[in-house]
């Protein structure tokens, strides 16, 4: 029995002693999870990066809509404007009109444009701010600023503000307005109606 006890001290001594080698597997263990760790947050930047691109060419993409509807009223073109719209989309005139498909749009649009647009009238959208719903679901709203355009009775208006505001969605690859809203602003205070 002594002999045995000696032979599980020694046992025991013997894997006491493998014990300093121990921390060289902490060690390399540690440097495992680093390693892994620092993987795993460049593959989350990596696609947060990605994904950072994917809502600014989306982002660009909706701002289009609005920057094409300008100049699509420039160009007098009914079926250009009523295009950028889903094809059951809505849209409410400043005029307060609602409108309801591409029928109803080019029909509406056509002689709008005719009448107002003159070959030194300008329209611009600025001011946008647009948010995200859902990846393929956009809100946007934007000061579209109209100047030179033909007033109902033939003058000249040198500035119209129109609030326009609007969701889009995407469809397949391309991104429609779903419903359109605009709205008159106040005019800008000038030194001709402001008061002292």
């Not at 006491?16 to 495992?32: N, T």
């Not at 409108?99 to 080019?106: E, I």
């Not at 107002?116 to 995200?132: H, L, P």
Request: aromatic share 8%; hydrophobic share 45%; glycine share 8%.
């Amino acid at each position: 029995m002594i002999i045995k006890e000696k032979e599980m001290k020694i046992s025991q001594i013997y894997r006491a002693d493998s014990a300093p080698q121990a921390p060289k597997s902490a060690l390399r263990g540690l440097m495992q999870v680093l390693g892994l760790t620092l993987l795993a947050c460049t593959l989350v930047l990596g696609v947060a990066g990605s994904a950072s691109a994917s809502e600014a060419q989306d982002e660009a993409a909706v701002r289009a809509l609005g920057d094409s509807f300008a100049k699509a009223f420039l160009q007098k073109n009914a079926e250009l404007r009523a295009s950028l719209f889903a094809e059951n989309g809505t849209f409410v005139t400043p005029q307060g009109d609602f409108l309801q498909g591409h029928v109803a749009m080019v029909k509406d649009f056509g002689p709008e444009a005719q009448q107002a647009v003159n070959g030194t009238t300008q329209a611009a959208f600025s001011n946008y701010r647009v948010r995200f719903i859902k990846p393929d679901v956009a809100v946007a709203d934007a000061l579209l600023t109209v100047r030179n355009v033909n007033g109902p009775d033939g003058t000249i208006i040198p500035v119209i503000l129109i609030n326009f505001f609007f969701v889009a969605v995407r469809h397949g690859d391309q991104w429609l307005i779903e419903d359109g809203r605009a709205h008159f602003a106040p005019a800008p205070p000038n030194s001709m109606t402001s008061r002292n």
